[in-house]
Nanobody, 120 residues
Framework: VQLQASGGGLVQAGGSLRLSCAVSGGTVSNYLMGWFRQAPGKEREFVGISWSGGSTDYADSVKGRFTISRDNAKNMVYLQMNSLKPEDTAVYYC???????????????WGQGTQVTVSS
C-alpha cells in the first residue's frame, strides 16, 4: 500500500487547510486511516482516525477543529483543518492499518509527510 499526502502550506492563525492522502495498491475502505503529525523536536503524535465503519476519533488537541473524511470511490482520505493555531505547525502524515491500536502504536503503512506551518 502506498500513500501520498499533499496539501500542506503556510497559513495564518485562524485559517484553514485541507490535506489529502491518495492511496494506491490497496482499497481505502479496507483500512483504518489515520493522520499523525510531528512537530520539530517532538515525537510523532496521533491526530485522528477514520474507522472502517465511517466513524472518527480525534486527539483532544484538535477535536472540534479537524475533520477526517473518506472518498472510497477516489481512494482518498482528507483532513480538514479549521481554526488553525501556531501549535498545529508540524509535518503531517497519513497512515493506514488494520489494528485499532494504530492510534497508539502508529500505522502499518505511511505516506511521506506534508508540512503545515501556522503563523501567529
Amino acid at each position: 500500500v502506498q500513500l501520498q499526502a499533499s496539501g500542506g502550506g503556510l497559513v495564518q492563525a485562524g485559517g484553514s487547510l485541507r490535506l489529502s492522502c491518495a492511496v494506491s495498491g490497496g482499497t481505502v475502505s479496507n483500512y483504518l486511516m489515520g493522520w499523525f503529525r510531528q512537530a520539530p523536536g517532538k515525537e510523532r503524535e496521533f491526530v485522528g482516525i477514520s474507522w472502517s465503519g465511517g466513524s472518527t476519533d480525534y486527539a483532544d488537541s484538535v477535536k472540534g477543529r479537524f475533520t477526517i473524511s473518506r472518498d472510497n470511490a477516489k481512494n482518498m482520505v482528507y483532513l480538514q483543518m479549521n481554526s488553525l493555531k501556531p501549535e498545529d505547525t508540524a509535518v503531517y502524515y497519513c497512515g493506514a492499518g488494520r489494528r485499532p491500536s494504530m492510534m497508539f502504536t502508529g500505522a502499518d503503512y505511511w505516506g511521506q509527510g506534508t508540512q503545515v506551518t501556522v503563523s501567529s
